[in-house]
């Protein structure tokens, strides 16, 4: 069945570009020639999801497939959902035009928690059943990846399967596991247990969840033979021999990043304590020289973006930096091409370097000390010191830049008003550092704060995170700090009730389910967006499945308790996250994965090389 838009339809809703697909390198396939249909899904809108590498990269490598078919969809923005809701028209693919419930496998990418709730609309959207157990023989499988999947347990009730991991060789391995299973003629839950075999590859509903008395967990177990005990998640050893887009589609509306971008390298050298990112995504691999300049190369001549934006957890970490960027330079100058760098460090920062980026067009300098304090920095493992941030800003007012952004976390483990206040006296003082330097009078900086939301995976798994009220405290005092300390800086801060729904579900278990559907169902969606956020209908939620949002988030929790995620094994061993912590508490710093190993247990995880000490693991 193909959708058949009604123009009036489009034309009373913002930027129906969104809705139309038919964008350059869009690919083009006969349904009736492909075994196989996948839908991916985005859960958030358009402009976004675009942005997404992601989604590019499994685009690209499905498509290249002559049996299958990749097409895309986002979730519609409010006006275009009421259209859709009105006129009864499922929510379909752009390149086909075709309703979800009409494809072989639906797939979303989860990249951030308060994305959830979008998903749930997406699939009532596309008129699949929200709940798993009630899909039956013929509909969609509902599958998903993505860097929140290392705890798939709050949506355990929404979705077949889960892929734990990097998707580039598993994402076909699925695909050929399903093929054959339709030429078996088997039922869908043969499907499953197909599936289940493939490493990485998590299936909720062959696991049983027992609780305690005291609402922890009891324990996680396979409820069958043949399913592993612990899930174990997919790496690409060796990213140059996996394809990566070069002839990506270029939409016809503005997207959040609308530029190339090249991937280094994957994974971080680094260990901040926090970042679950750093952990996740173990051991650093990264791409060589000679493949990233071909790629830069290929997709300027392929799609006329005007921008490369070099792109990987700490960019300036790349062993070849200097020499790639020269090459890329005396490339995208002809071109009048330009390059930006978003990642740096303030160990590493290299004025030379920046200038050569910016010839073609100049932008601001974005900078993450994360902590106001040098004791703060030790506790969360950040390496770098506050005479390398004045160091760095100083060199690059000299250059030129007078815009500088600061990016902070309040709320984590240790802190106290100390290091509240360090964070404003930090700004101020780099202003005063900078006066007698000639750009330096009109220098001018941007000062966020995040709310630190402890994450899976990392040595903060078992902390609390900062009460609401703490949290939003400590925002009304650094803004009076600063306003009266320097008009020269700008102050933003995050969402402190956002940011402990995000905590909620990021260390939720399968209970915690019930609490989105609810909120789901009194309307809640693009939680993300500040303009659609209603905490108090999640509150409602809460109160009616009787559950305590505390509990998940502000709750420490012992070494010896078993996690929602103790399942999902990413290769880092809990026995070194815990040396972590303990460090932490210690203000003990651990060095960088370059400088000293740390045995974090990704050595053992899969042949390979560990970091480019050429340490084989």
């Not at 995170?465 to 300390?485: A, F």
Request: proline share 5%; charged share 30%; hydrophobic share 35%.
């Amino acid at each position: 069945m193909r959708i058949e838009l009604n123009d009036k339809i489009l034309l009373d809703v913002k930027k129906p570009a969104k809705y139309t697909g038919n964008e350059w390198n869009m690919v083009r396939k006969n349904p009736e020639d492909v075994a196989v249909r996948f839908a991916f899904c985005f859960p958030d809108d358009y402009e976004i999801g675009m942005s997404h590498l992601g989604m590019k990269i499994l685009y690209h490598i499905l498509n290249k497939r002559d049996d299958t078919y990749c097409e895309r969809a986002f979730a519609p923005w409010i006006d275009m959902e009421d259209k859709l809701r009105e006129n009864n028209i499922p929510l379909y693919t752009l390149e086909t035009y075709t309703p979800l419930c009409e494809f072989d496998i639906v797939g979303f990418t989860l990249q951030y928690e308060m994305s959830y709730s979008n998903i749930l609309n997406m699939l009532d959207l596309g008129k699949i059943p929200v709940l798993a157990k009630e899909r039956k023989e013929g509909m969609p499988f509902v599958i998903a990846g993505g860097p929140c999947t290392v705890n798939p347990e709050p949506l355990a009730d929404f979705f077949d399967f889960f892929v734990i991991g990097e998707g580039e060789e598993i994402t076909n391995e699925i695909i050929d596991a399903y093929k054959e299973w339709k030429k078996a003629g088997e039922k869908r839950e043969k499907f499953l247990e197909r599936v289940a075999l493939i490493e990485g590859v998590y299936v909720p509903s062959f696991y049983d969840v027992e609780y305690n008395d005291d609402g922890t967990i009891k324990s996680i177990t396979p409820n069958r033979e043949n399913v592993p005990g612990k899930v174990k998640r997919r790496i690409i050893n060796n990213l140059d021999t996996v394809d990566f887009p070069d002839e990506i589609i270029v939409p016809f509306v503005g997207t959040v990043h609308d530029r190339i971008m090249l991937e280094l390298f994957r994974g971080c050298i680094r260990g901040c304590r926090f970042c679950q990112a750093g952990f996740i995504y173990r051991p650093v691999r990264e791409r060589s020289y000679d493949n990233l300049l071909d790629l830069a190369k290929s997709a300027v001549e392929k799609t006329g973006y005007e921008e490369i934006s070099l792109v990987s957890l700490s960019t300036s970490d790349y062993s070849q930096l200097p020499e790639l960027c020269n090459a890329l330079i005396e490339y995208t100058e002809g071109q009048k091409v330009s390059l930006a760098l978003p990642s740096l460090r303030l160990d590493n920062f290299s004025l030379g370097l920046m200038d050569k980026v910016s010839k073609v067009r100049k932008s601001g300098l974005t900078f993450a000390p994360e902590a106001g304090t040098q004791r703060l920095r030790d506790v969360i493992n950040k390496g770098i010191t506050e005479e390398d941030l004045l160091n760095s800003v100083r060199m690059a007012v000299e250059g030129g830049w007078n815009n500088v952004k600061l990016y902070f976390m309040m709320g984590l483990p240790t802190e106290t008003m100390e290091d509240i206040d360090g964070i404003a006296d930090l700004g101020i003082k780099l202003i005063h550092a900078c006066r007698d330097l000639p750009h330096g009078k009109t220098l001018n900086i941007t000062l966020s704060t995040s709310c630190f939301v402890p994450k899976p995976f990392t040595p903060f798994q078992w902390e609390p995170m900062d009460e609401i009220d703490n949290l939003m405290q400590k925002q009304y005092h650094l803004k009076d700090r600063i306003k009266k300390g320097s008009r020269r800086i700008t102050y933003n801060y995050h969402e402190a009730k956002l940011s402990m729904l995000e905590a909620v579900f990021a260390r939720g278990d399968r209970r915690t389910g019930k609490v989105l559907y609810t909120a789901w169902k009194k309307g809640c969606k693009f939680d993300g967006w500040d303009e659609y956020f209603e905490f108090d209908k999640w509150m409602e939620a809460f109160e009616e499945c009787g559950i305590d949002p505390k509990f998940y988030a502000n709750r420490k929790r012992a070494f010896t308790e078993i996690l929602p995620w103790d399942h999902i094994n990413i290769g880092v061993s809990k026995r070194f996250l815990k040396n972590e912590c303990e460090k932490a508490y210690m203000g003990e710093t651990t060095e960088n994965c370059t400088a000293n190993c740390s045995f974090c247990g990704v050595q053992g995880y899969k042949a390979g090389i560990c970091t480019r000490t050429k340490r084989s693991v």
